[in-house]
Structures are given as C-alpha cells and as structure tokens.
C-alpha cells in the first residue's frame, strides 16, 4: 500500500489525494478544537520560489474557508493536507490577480474532494463579476470532467461557484464561528477588506493588502494573531534604483508604484504598538526574503517575536486557552 501511495503521490493523482484530505478531515476533527490556520501562500507578485501567492486556509472541526486564492496556492493547500471536501466559500479581500488566480483550482480539488454544495465566493461589489467569469471560463473544463467522472462522482450543479456579495460587518455567524469583513486601504482598489474571524474565545485577523490604518489598529486589538500584508520598503526601493541602472525603465515604474500601497516596516511598529495583539504573522511579503538580509530587512525595525511566515506554516490556537502553536 505503500509504494501504491508513493507511485499515485509521486504523479500527483487527484482522485486519491481526495481521498488523503478526507483522512486528514477526519484527523483534524477528531484532534483539534480550535482554530487553525495554514498558510496557503505567502508571497506577492513578486515571484519568489517555494512560495505561492497570497492565501491563508481557517479551519475548525466544523469550518474551512479560504482567504484569497493567488497563483499557486491550491496546490500548496493539498501539499499541506487542507481538507477541501469541507470548504463551504472563499472570502477574497479584492481582486488583484494574486489573490484570485487559484479559485478554479481550489473548486476543482474541492468539487472532487466530495464538497456537498456549491463553491460560495464571497467578496465586496464586484465579486458577481468575477464569479460568473470563471464559471464561463471553466464551462468546458467542468463539461469534460462530469463526462469522464460521471455525474455520480462530480454532481454537475456542485461544480458551478456562486457568488455573494457583502459589506462591512459581520458576515457569518454559523455554529461558533463569526466572521465580520472590514474596509482596508489599498488605493486605487475600492472597496478592499480584511476578515476578523472568531471563534471558541480565539481569534484571528488577516489583512489582505492594506497599509496599517486606524480601523485595522481597532480591529486588531484584543485578537490572538494578525496576519498582516508587509513590505521592505529598502529592498523594492533597492529593487528599483537596480531596474533604473539597468536600463529596464517599466519595471523601475512598477517597482516605484507599489511603493505606497502596502504596509511598510515602520507602519507594522505602530500597529504592534497601538493595538494589543497576541502574535503578529507577516505574509504577502513585498519581495519574500530569500536570504538573512531580505529576513532582516523585515524584522530589524519591528520588536521581538514577530513571525515571518513561510508557505505550509501551521498556526493553531485552541479553543478557550492563549496558547498559540506555530508549526
Ligand atoms: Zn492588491
Ligand atoms: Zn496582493
């Protein structure tokens, strides 16, 4: 049975990675009450290796729901063991391509995970757009699917993302887990949010893209872990002086551009300092460090403790303690 796993592992077949996640649902579940959180993806649009873009997966015995779906993320979540069967929805904070690339992924691998009902996307105003694109997109890709499968295995109805579209406030209360979705600033991208989740007295709040603003401090405060967009700014600063030197004149624009619509280093010291926050994680990296410079270039300015989150970090907080687990 072994070397069976190993050969189907190996070429990466889908069906029995399903039925993995449904082995690892069934371990979560029996062993973990609390909330987990899995980082799904950990970079920018600056490619870095290992590391896919932005996505964090929210799991309790009950739940699972994804935050942002980038490239490459899908797959860093079934590497991971991410139980898919059990997702209901993906919460997007906006709609830069490295936060929704991966969501035919992730509806494929739930869908043939066994997801009883369909995929909910959920998002501010302009997420109907984005739904019914994709579903046009992948009509045919679902098409073949059900005609290879049979419609026994793949339900054709479940293999069709719905979208719902929320504000501000909380947006879920289900069986213990609330989830309340708050306006960030990522200008010139409006209406952008972040998600505070709750659940068993522990919580978690995770940015998207955002500078550190008043409403994130507030939010912050009190929570367990935060999980905030970060940039060194030196090293896209560095980045850019080296894409002028080099001639390549759009890719210094670029560099310049981005410059003022993530966190920077010195933003994310006023937010562990004006809010009472359990654990700061950084992801979204704006370049992920590949090497002890770009690492300290991250945490030189921001006290002790901070994590640098890597693709596949687990981070757990069980039900009505303070402890927090990073694996
Ligand atoms: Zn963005
Ligand atoms: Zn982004």
Same mark, same amino acid.
């Given at each position: 049975m072994k070397i069976i796993f190993f050969i189907l592992s190996t070429i990466g077949?889908?069906?029995?990675?399903?039925?993995?996640d449904a082995q690892n649902s069934a371990i979560s579940t029996a062993s973990f009450d609390g909330l987990k959180v899995t980082l799904c993806g950990t970079s920018s649009p600056l490619v870095a290796p290992g590391r896919?873009?932005?996505?964090?997966?929210?799991?309790? /015995?009950?739940?699972? $729901?994804? #935050? +942002?779906? @980038?490239s490459g993320s899908s797959a860093t979540a079934t590497l991971s063991g991410i139980p898919?069967?059990?997702?209901?929805?993906?919460?997007?904070?906006?709609?830069?391509?490295?936060?929704?690339?991966?969501?035919?992924?992730?509806n494929l691998s739930s869908w043939v995970a066994g997801r009883p009902m369909p995929?909910?996307?959920?998002?501010?105003?302009?997420?109907?757009?984005?739904?019914?694109?994709?579903?046009?997109?992948?009509?045919?890709?679902?098409?073949?699917r059900v005609a290879h499968h049979g419609q026994e295995l793949l339900d054709p109805e479940l293999g069709i993302l719905h979208s719902h579209t929320i504000e501000e406030g909380v947006i879920l209360d289900d069986n213990g887990l609330r989830i309340t979705a708050f306006?960030?600033?990522?200008?010139?991208?409006? /209406?952008?949010?972040? $998600?505070? #989740? +709750?659940? @068993?007295?522990r919580?978690?709040?995770?940015?998207?893209?955002?500078?550190?603003?008043?409403?994130?401090?507030?939010?912050?405060?009190?929570?367990?872990?935060?999980?905030?967009?970060?940039?060194?700014?030196?090293?896209?600063?560095?980045?850019?002086?080296?894409?002028?030197?080099?001639?390549?004149?759009?890719?210094?624009?670029?560099l310049h551009d981005i410059q003022?619509?993530?966190?920077?280093?010195?933003?994310?010291?006023?937010?562990?300092?004006?809010?009472?926050?359990?654990?700061?994680?950084?992801?979204?990296?704006?370049?992920?460090?590949?090497?002890?410079?770009?690492?300290?270039a991250f945490t030189r300015e921001i006290p002790n403790g901070i994590i640098l989150t890597e693709d596949g970090m687990v981070i757990a907080l069980p039900s009505n303690s303070e402890e927090i687990n990073i694996d």
């Open positions: 077949v889908s069906l029995f990675s399903a039925g993995a896919a873009q932005a996505c964090v997966a929210v799991e309790t /015995p009950e739940h699972l $729901y994804i #935050i +942002d779906a @980038g898919t069967g059990k997702l209901r929805a993906i919460l997007l904070t906006h709609f830069h391509s490295d936060h929704i690339s991966d969501i035919g992924d992730f995929l909910q996307i959920i998002g501010p105003e302009g997420v109907e757009r984005i739904t019914e694109g994709l579903n046009m997109t992948y009509e045919l890709d679902r098409k073949y306006e960030v600033s990522h200008p010139p991208v409006e /209406p952008a949010f972040g $998600y505070r #989740i +709750d659940y @068993g007295e919580s978690v709040v995770i940015s998207g893209d955002s500078l550190v603003t008043d409403k994130i401090i507030e939010i912050s405060d009190g929570v367990d872990l935060v999980l905030h967009d970060a940039m060194a700014l030196q090293l896209v600063q560095g980045a850019e002086n080296a894409a002028r030197s080099f001639g390549n004149s759009r890719r210094a624009t670029v003022d619509y993530h966190a920077t280093t010195a933003d994310l010291q006023r937010l562990v300092t004006e809010a009472d926050i359990g654990q700061l994680a950084l992801y979204h990296l704006v370049p992920a460090p590949r090497n002890a410079m770009g690492i300290a």
